[in-house]
């Protein structure tokens, strides 16, 4: 499969490349790196890369920022920029993918453990991950030629505890490369529609 | 109590208005109806509505559209207009209310079955109602002042049919007074964080 990989830099993505790499080949796209520029809060940066890509099988997200504050002081602004980043970012993928993948192809997005385990600060974790499950359990039974849709939804990554650690406190953290196996799984299975938890 | 209800005027709310009615105060709030003027939409006309309303001790939230489209025809704008009304809508309900409500008051906000069913043309309800049952999950567990947050997600209501029938075949549709009662659980009960799903 021609495979295109968003957010490959990051902890999760490195390992997720690792992962499909060894099988399919890989077009990696970025803000700042990669084979293609990619600014998912930009549609027609998306549409662009995508033309750039050729023929694809499969779009996997690795990307997606939130606001982390106390309850207290989260502002509707705040919960506006998880939705435009997270959220519309990654639905957007789909929104512009759906027409240029091929047929039967795949598309995997991410959440985190916050879309049932909720931390202190992670309201709109919380909230962003629950809608994009929400999402893509309704819009796999509509998806156009065949097309899969599934969200994996790890814990507390090991390799990044050190930034993280201090939000997920008594939470078992998963190592980035059993992470990545929720990602192979959705674009290797022919499961759709699944919210994919990989937990410590 | 005194209960700010929002959205008195819709079938479900009427009935949540004869529910808690019959032991409570209610102060209505809607868009063109009610004893005081709000739109959701608008977070200058929600705080205006909750100085006028005096004190109360629970906000219930009966209000909120999305678009009805087949998947293929959804597109990014759609998906933001529910975003904007019933998910930030009764989002800044809180936002805002959390200032104005009593200790230990509650909200109760709504979604509905596309949580867990998704029905055709139904993306954007699915995508809305799972993001307002992970903000209630999250936001209940930092809420100030002993506040408590709920959300009631009742199966396609009976009295509705003739308008939603065609969008839920096959659902087994739920008597508005039925569904008032997962409203009067939350209001009246000291669950938190909870969805109240009440299905026919």
Redesign the interface.
């Given at each position: 499969m021609r495979i295109v990989l968003i957010g490959a830099s990051g902890t999760i993505g490195k390992a997720v490349a690792n992962e499909l790499g060894e099988r399919h080949e890989l077009i990696t796209a970025g803000r700042h790196s990669g084979d293609l520029r990619m600014d998912v809060t930009d549609?027609a940066s998306i549409r662009m890369a995508f033309e750039q890509a050729g023929a694809f099988d499969a779009v996997v997200s690795c990307t997606g920022h939130t606001t982390w504050k106390?309850?207290?002081e989260?502002?509707?602004e705040d919960?506006?920029f998880g939705?435009n980043d997270k959220?519309?970012g990654q639905?957007?993928l789909v929104?512009i993918g759906?027409e240029y993948i091929s047929d039967g192809g795949s598309f995997t997005l991410s959440t985190g453990v916050?879309?049932?385990d909720?931390?202190?600060m992670?309201?709109s974790?919380?909230?962003?991950?629950?809608?994009?499950?929400?999402?893509v359990?309704?819009?796999?039974?509509?998806?156009?030629r065949g097309q899969r849709i599934n969200v994996v939804s790890p814990g507390v990554i090991e390799e990044a505890m050190a930034d993280y650690g201090p939000f997920f406190r008594g939470h078992c953290p998963v190592p980035a490369a059993r992470a990545a196996l929720g990602y192979a799984k959705s674009v290797e299975g022919l499961q759709s529609?699944q919210t994919f938890r990989i937990l410590g």
């Open positions: 549609p106390p309850f207290v989260m502002t509707a919960y506006r939705v959220l519309m639905v957007n929104l759906r916050t879309d049932h909720p931390v202190p992670g309201s974790a919380s909230m962003v991950a629950n809608a994009l499950s929400g999402f359990m309704a819009a796999a039974t509509e998806m156009p529609g």
